[in-house]
C-alpha cells in the first residue's frame, strides 16, 4: 500500500474505524512492552530504586512529547475550523447584500437575478451538509453552474445599469460573492496534513509501549487502558475537528439559514410596496383597505 492510497483511506474512513485501529495497535505494543518487561524481570539484577527513576523519567519524557504533537495538531485543526465557520458568516452577508441590490434591477434583470442567488443559497447549504461522495460532487456541479450564471446574468444587467453611479457597487457584490465561493472551496479542502497526523499516532503507538513497560501489575494495567482511551478520544476528537463533515463537529451554516428564511420571507414583489406603477397600470391599493376606502384613494 503506498503512501497517496493510505492517505485517501485516512481521509474517507469513518472515525470509529480509525478510532478502533489505532486502540487496537497501542494495545498491541502495550502488549508486547508488557512481555519484555516480564522477560526483564526475570534476569534483573539492577537495584529496584534505579529502575524506577529511570523508568519515571522516560515516562514523563514520552508524555511530554506526545502532550506537544497533540496539542499542536489541535490548534491547527481549531485554527482551520475557525477559519470555515467565519467564512460562513461572510458568505451569508454577501449573499444577502447582493440579493437586496439587486431588487434596484429592472426586470427581467430582477427576477432572473434573485432567483440565481436563492438556488445558490439554497445549493450551498446542502453543499455544507453532504458527505463526501457522489452527492457532494453533484452539488458542485450545480454550485459551479450557478455562479457561471450569476456572471452571465450579472453582465446583461449592467448593460442597462451602467449609466448610473451605483453600477460599480453592484458588480462589487456580486464579484464578492464569487470570491467567498472560491474562498470556501479552499479552505474546505485545507486540511491537517496527513503527514503529521501519521507523526502523532507513531508518537501515541511509542507512548503506549512505554506505559505498557512501566505499568505493570492489574492496576498498572488498568491504569495504561484508560490512558490509552483517553489517547483515542483525543485523537479522534482533532481528526473530527480537521473535517468539514462526515462527523459530529460540522460547520455551523446557522447565518446561512436564517438568511434562507429571511429571503424566503421577503421575496421580489415585497420590495414594489412603495414602487410607482408602471405608466397606464392602475395604482396599488394599501394592504388591508376596505372597498370603500381604496375607491376613495382611487378618485
Not at 38 to 64: C, F, K, N, Q
Not at 244 to 258: F, S
Amino acid at each position: 500500500m503506498d503512501w497517496q492510497t493510505l492517505e485517501a483511506w485516512f481521509n474517507a474512513a469513518p472515525l470509529w474505524v480509525i478510532g478502533l485501529t489505532q486502540f487496537g495497535a497501542m494495545c498491541v505494543a502495550a502488549y508486547i512492552a508488557m512481555r519484555l518487561r516480564r522477560r526483564r524481570d526475570r534476569s534483573a539484577s539492577a537495584s529496584e530504586d534505579d529502575t524506577e527513576t529511570h523508568e519515571g523519567y522516560i515516562v514523563s519524557a514520552a508524555l511530554g512529547l506526545l502532550a506537544l504533537l497533540m496539542g499542536f495538531t489541535f490548534s491547527l485543526a481549531v485554527d482551520r475550523f475557525d477559519t470555515r465557520r467565519a467564512l460562513v458568516r461572510e458568505e451569508a452577508n454577501a449573499i444577502g447584500t447582493a440579493y437586496f441590490r439587486a431588487q434596484v434591477l429592472g426586470e427581467p434583470h430582477r427576477s432572473r437575478t434573485t432567483g440565481l442567488l436563492l438556488r445558490y443559497l439554497d445549493n450551498r447549504i446542502a453543499l455544507a451538509k453532504a458527505d463526501p461522495g457522489t452527492k457532494q460532487k453533484e452539488l458542485f456541479a450545480v454550485n459551479d453552474a450557478l455562479i457561471a450564471d450569476l456572471g452571465a446574468a450579472t453582465a446583461a444587467a449592467f448593460e442597462t445599469i451602467k449609466g448610473f453611479d451605483w453600477s460599480s457597487t453592484y458588480l462589487d457584490t456580486i464579484n464578492r460573492v464569487t470570491e467567498l465561493d472560491l474562498t470556501r472551496k479552499v479552505a474546505r479542502a485545507a486540511r491537517v496534513p496527513v503527514e503529521i497526523f501519521g507523526v502523532l499516532v507513531i508518537y501515541m503507538v511509542a507512548a503506549a509501549f512505554v506505559l505498557g513497560y512501566v505499568l505493570h501489575g492489574q492496576v498498572g494495567r488498568f491504569a495504561a487502558g484508560i490512558l490509552l482511551g483517553l489517547f483515542t478520544i483525543a485523537l479522534v476528537l482533532i481528526i473530527d475537528i480537521d473535517r468539514p463533515t462526515g462527523g459530529g463537529v460540522v460547520d455551523n451554516q446557522l447565518a446561512m439559514e436564517l438568511l434562507q428564511k429571511k429571503l424566503l420571507a421577503q421575496p421580489p414583489a415585497a420590495f414594489d410596496k412603495w414602487r410607482a406603477p408602471p405608466v397606464g397600470a392602475a395604482p396599488l391599493e394599501p394592504a388591508g383597505a376596505s372597498p370603500r376606502v381604496a375607491g376613495r384613494l382611487g378618485r
